[in-house]
């Protein structure tokens, strides 16, 4: 058996024992561990090969295992490559062809729906056809340089000949995934990886100084930090249900210079919340609700395969349950920013539309972030005042 042939029966290996509960990159972890005779190179051709497999969503399902991975090389890949040129050589060459010509070449027709199924659950806003096909393409990575240091980022990125583009903003700057960031710019107060929608969902916070801001469901704590930015003088609360996520947040704000802030421990649909608040009143509330994360997909394909729909009603009862026991804290003309990674109309329009039935809020801006036009997630953002 050659050394293809090997990768491709370790993909089929772990595509069959891979049942969902554990992220994909963890999982594969696990696996290499229980197989340290895998060099470098084994590890990221059969990784990429499963990841391959999961971005086909549910084209294909009838077929081998086997034949859907070949097919994912096909249709992922853009350039010929050893793996193809030894399993499938008749269509290696055509990997430079464009999505198109490629499907030509399948046993099953490619569709959008055959790639992603819920296409009648997504927000109004997102272009449907554009919107599946770039699941079968990795997301880039994203910084967002910080305290004018844009200069000296990219003449870092030039020294180690990285490919990047700069935003318009001169603060978002792309890079290819895998880069290794950290090692290439060693001093982190320079910058934040956050992808590219995630910073745009800050041009709705407005900020001035002195006022009162809660990031409500802050978990790591990008968008805090991305306010912090905008206005430092602003009087910050952070809270999240899970301790140890507000203790990663915190190595975070440190590594960032973020000062002057408070942090706690909360879980905001709990039936005693309210009253664990007390009469505190804010300016300004981020409620980055838990969410599907659908928006991240092309980050975590395997999420497709797994994903059941009537989860989306469950994630909407809970952003609803959550916005009701926050809203009561906004102080009068002040503003809710509510945010989901989803593309799922239920997550976005219709959580926005029950705000406005349970409070005088109405949205002011916002609405669908369409990352897949810049290799960025998908996210789904409105200030409602």
């Keep these: 058996m050659t050394r293809w042939e090997n990768y491709l029966a370790s ?56 034949e859907r991975i070949i097919t994912g090389a096909l249709l992922c890949e853009t350039a010929p490559n050893d793996f193809l040129a030894a399993v499938r050589p008749a269509w290696n060459h055509s990997t430079t062809l464009p999505l198109t010509e490629k499907a030509a070449l399948l046993s099953e027709a490619l569709t959008p729906s055959s790639i992603f199924p819920l296409l009648e659950d997504l927000s109004a806003g997102i272009d449907a056809n554009v919107y599946a096909y770039t699941i079968l393409k990795q997301p880039r990575l994203f910084i967002r340089v910080r305290n004018n240091r844009l200069e000296k980022v990219l003449q870092l990125l030039d020294k180690a000949a990285v490919i990047y583009e700069v935003f318009a903003n001169n603060t978002t700057v792309a890079l290819p995934n895998g880069t290794k960031i950290e090692v290439i710019v060693p001093e982190k107060s320079w910058y934040e990886v956050q992808d590219a929608s995630s910073q745009q969902t800050g041009e ?15 978990a790591s704590g990008g968008k805090s930090i991305l306010l912090k930015d905008q206005q430092p003088g602003v009087q910050l609360l952070v809270s999240d249900v899970r301790r140890s996520i507000l203790e990663n947040l915190q190595q975070r704000f440190v590594a960032a210079g973020i000062k002057n802030y408070e942090a706690r421990v909360a879980d905001l649909t709990a039936e005693n919340f309210p009253a664990s608040m007390g009469s505190q009143q804010f300016d300004g509330i981020i409620l980055d609700a838990p969410c599907s994360g659908s928006g991240t997909w092309g980050r975590t394909p395997e999420s497709i395969s797994f994903f059941k729909k009537e989860e989306i009603a469950k994630y909407q009862q809970l952003q609803k349950r959550i916005a009701h026991n926050v809203i009561p804290f906004l102080r009068r003309g002040g503003a809710l920013i509510y945010i989901t990674c989803s593309v799922f109309r239920q997550e976005n329009e219709e959580v926005v539309k029950y705000i406005e039935e349970i ?3 109405r949205q002011e801006k916002g609405g669908v972030i369409a990352g897949y036009d810049k ?6 953002a409105v200030r409602m005042s």
């Design 204 to 218: 709705l916070f407005l900020p001035t100084k002195q006022q009162r801001w809660w990031d409500c469901c802050a």
């Design 359 to 361: 409070s005088d809020l």
């Design 375 to 380: 290799g960025a997630d998908t996210m789904y």
């Design 11 to 66: 993909a089929e290996k772990i595509i069959g024992a891979y049942q969902g509960s554990l992220p994909l990159h963890h999982f594969l972890k696990s696996f290499f561990k229980e197989h340290p005779y895998m060099g470098g190179r084994d590890r990221r051709w059969i990784s990429q090969l499963v990841y391959h497999y999961f971005r086909l969503g549910h084209w294909g399902k009838s077929l081998p295992v086997s």
